[in-house]
């Protein structure tokens, strides 16, 4: 390992989270230089932060950029690595431009990554590095994650898989290492907002982020806009809907939204549910 110095550990953990952290530190040592396909997620900023620690100037941080990033996440992501000291590269993707992509299939996200990684597959030999690393934990594996496939075409290395680390790790371990960022919500691309089948647009993404940053804003950190035509349909967690009703006042709401493209607004009951689009699959 590489005589650099470690993010102080502030909190104890288990047996099995220490070794787990020490198979991740072993394995990034273990690599001459790594680009890491980085979001800003909890779960690839975990990786980059000990890519950073191990190898120093020889981890890159990538951000791919597209209108299915949220604005603010790419704020954060910028933020994040200046806070690690990781080298960061913002790359602009193109998988709106793909019809098989932009058509939104069930396997919408394979085109995806299979865009994001063939530009670093060329990034990373352009810049003599070693292996190209993603954020996929060990609970990614039983979800229905198409990018999956194209990453493994590109020989993307998982080390939160090789090293045992599910989402409840990543958060442990990043709250032990004092990132301020370890209970970070989950937020998919925003491609996730729309059903399979509705086509896909700039645009579209684009007024479904600006609705999800008026309700962030209104102070509901966890939150999606689903997508449906011309309709909005909101998530909150569900113990939050008695109090959103309460105090979000309607027809602003209304007026906001309408303003930022939806002509009709909905709630959803039930609460917010990840991956609730893909229960499709399931009864298909």
């Avoid at 992501?77 to 998988?95: D, K, M, N, P």
């Amino acid at each position: 390992m590489l005589d650099r110095p470690l993010h102080p550990q502030l909190e104890t953990l288990s047996d099995q989270r220490q070794e787990q952290l020490r198979a991740l530190r072993a394995l990034m040592a273990s690599q001459r230089s790594v680009l890491v396909a980085y979001s800003g997620g909890v779960d690839s900023t975990l990786v980059a932060a000990i890519a950073a620690e191990q190898l120093g100037e020889q981890a890159e941080a990538v951000t791919g950029i597209s209108p299915a990033l949220a604005p603010h996440l790419l704020e954060e992501a910028r933020w994040q690595a200046t806070w690690l000291g990781i080298t960061h590269r913002e790359l602009v993707t193109a998988e709106l431009n793909n019809p098989q992509y932009a058509s939104n299939p069930v396997d919408r996200c394979y085109f995806c990554k299979q865009e994001l990684h063939a530009l670093l597959a060329k990034l990373a030999q352009q810049a003599s590095a070693s292996q190209v690393l993603d954020g996929v934990n060990l609970d990614d594996l039983g979800d229905h994650r198409p990018g999956l496939v194209a990453a493994a075409e590109q020989g993307v290395l998982s080390p939160l898989v090789s090293c045992g680390i599910d989402k409840d790790g990543v958060r442990q371990l990043s709250r032990a290492l004092g990132f301020p960022w370890w209970d970070k919500p989950a937020q998919p691309c925003l491609a996730s907002r729309f059903p399979y089948g509705e086509a896909i647009s700039a645009p579209r993404l684009e007024r479904v982020a600006a609705a999800e940053r008026w309700l962030q804003l209104q102070g509901y950190g966890r939150v999606r806009v689903r997508s449906q035509g011309d309709t909005a349909r909101i998530e909150i967690p569900a113990e939050q809907i008695g109090g959103f009703l309460a105090s979000v006042e309607r027809d602003v709401l209304v007026q906001s939204f309408r303003a930022i493209g939806f002509d009709a607004i909905s709630l959803d009951l039930e609460g917010l549910v990840s991956g609730k689009l893909n229960r499709v699959l399931t009864a298909e």
